[in-house]
T-cell receptor
Framework: NAGVTQTPKFQVLKTGQSMTLQCAQDMNHNSMYWYRQDPGMGLRLIYYSASEGTTDKGEVPNGYNVSRLNKREFSLRLESAAPSQTSVYFC?????????????FGSGTQLSVL | GIQVEQSPPDLILQEGANSTLRCNFSDSVNNLQWFHQNPWGQLINLFYIPSGTKQNGRLSATTVATERYSLLYISSSQTTDSGVYFCAVAASGSARQLTFGSGTQLTVLP
């Protein structure tokens, strides 16, 4: 039982390059999330998915796209990376059916955009 | 939206000491969670506690929803308790509306 698994752990991009962050959970959770964590800004929600096939914008969605491939997987794509997207990215999941909305995080991806 | 304020921002303890971290919030909540971010960056969910009291080993948490605050108690602290402790709250029960506080940086010295 791995919980929430995200890859890669580290990535360096040049401005304008694209990449996809992968996330998978094995807890049968309905909801999945992508956050970014910046010094002094705390954790901010980029996108979330309440269930398979649905996605919604969070607080800071600009420059990102997401895909909820199935119940287990939720990916985050940067189409044209910018230095402002240098951050630590966390995937999270919550909410078994009938359960509480306790949030579980992956181990994070440290992204640098040069 | 809900405002979340954590105190103190920084705390340094000697191993074995006890501590209390506080989370104040500006409106009624139906979802409140405490997290520990260890020095390697991993975020661990400590408690889901929109009201009442819970205990897990040396850690316990109390939320007084009517007075809009939550407390995290750490007893007999260990060096492995070091890291940042975040409180997150939401007016609804949904995790997608969680607002995170700025955290308390705890350093436990050997």
């Amino acid at each position: 039982n791995a919980g929430v698994t995200q890859t890669p752990k580290f990535q360096v991009l040049k401005t304008g390059q694209s990449m996809t962050l992968q996330c998978a959970q094995d807890m049968n959770h309905n909801s999945m999330y992508w956050y970014r964590q910046d010094p002094g800004m705390g954790l901010r929600l980029i996108y979330y998915s309440a269930s398979e096939g649905t996605t919604d914008k969070g607080e800071v969605p600009n420059g990102y796209n997401v895909s909820r491939l199935n119940k287990r997987e939720f990916s985050l794509r940067l189409e044209s990376a910018a230095p402002s997207q240098t951050s630590v990215y966390f995937c999270a999941s919550s909410g078994q059916k009938g359960g509480n909305e306790k949030l579980f995080f992956g181990s994070g991806t440290q992204l640098s955009v040069l | 939206g809900i405002q979340v304020e954590q105190s103190p921002p920084d705390l340094i303890l000697q191993e074995g000491a006890n501590s209390t971290l506080r989370c104040n919030f500006s409106d009624s909540v139906n979802n409140l969670q405490w997290f520990h971010q260890n020095p390697w960056g991993q975020l661990i969910n400590l408690f889901y506690i929109p009201s009442g009291t819970k205990q897990n080993g040396r850690l316990s948490a109390t939320t007084v929803a009517t007075e809009r605050y939550s407390l995290l108690y750490i007893s007999s602290s260990q060096t492995t308790d070091s890291g940042v402790y975040f409180c997150a709250v939401a007016a609804s029960g949904s995790a997608r509306q969680l607002t995170f506080g700025s955290g308390t940086q705890l350093t436990v010295l050997p």
